[in-house]
């Protein structure tokens, strides 16, 4: 908390470091909505959804795939979910994601990761990387 605290002092109006602290929300939002917040803790979802934003990125070459793996090992290892739950389709996720806070006038703003520690928000990404990215988690899931 008091970690956290110090972001929210340091960066108020959420315009740099602070978005570190949403890192994953808009997609663990979108997988919680798509479960009807059952199965997951909001948490774990984020975690999930951590993964996602750093496949993302990676996708955008702002980060190797290094450190997306070092993200998912490091979900591993704290024992959170890295997966996507099975059932849930890449058009449920782009429509829960639509209504995302972060959604401004019809355009969706995301977390992403310019390098580990350095969190944007931005809407500089293609749809065909953002359904890849969603693709890619939930053929992972329907695999399983």
């Known amino acids: 908390c008091a970690n956290k605290a110090d972001v929210v002092a340091q960066d108020e109006k959420e315009s740099g470091m602070r978005a570190l602290l949403n890192l994953g929300h808009t997609f663990g939002h979108a997988i919680e909505t798509a479960q009807n917040y059952q199965g997951l803790l909001h948490g774990e979802a984020v975690a999930i959804g951590m993964l996602m934003a750093a496949d993302l990125s990676c996708r955008l070459g702002w980060i190797d795939e290094d450190a997306v793996e070092r993200t998912k090992a490091i979900l591993i290892k704290a024992n959170l979910p ?45 749809e065909e990387d953002l359904n890849s990215t969603l693709s890619q988690f939930i053929d992972l899931a329907e695999a399983v």
Request: charged share 25%; aromatic share 6%; proline share 2%.
């Open 82 to 126: 890295h997966d996507i739950p099975f059932g849930i389709s890449v058009e449920q996720m782009r429509n829960n994601m639509a209504v995302d806070k972060k959604a401004r006038d019809g355009e969706l703003f995301l977390v992403l990761l310019k390098s580990i520690g350095e969190a944007v928000v931005t809407n500089d990404y293609t």
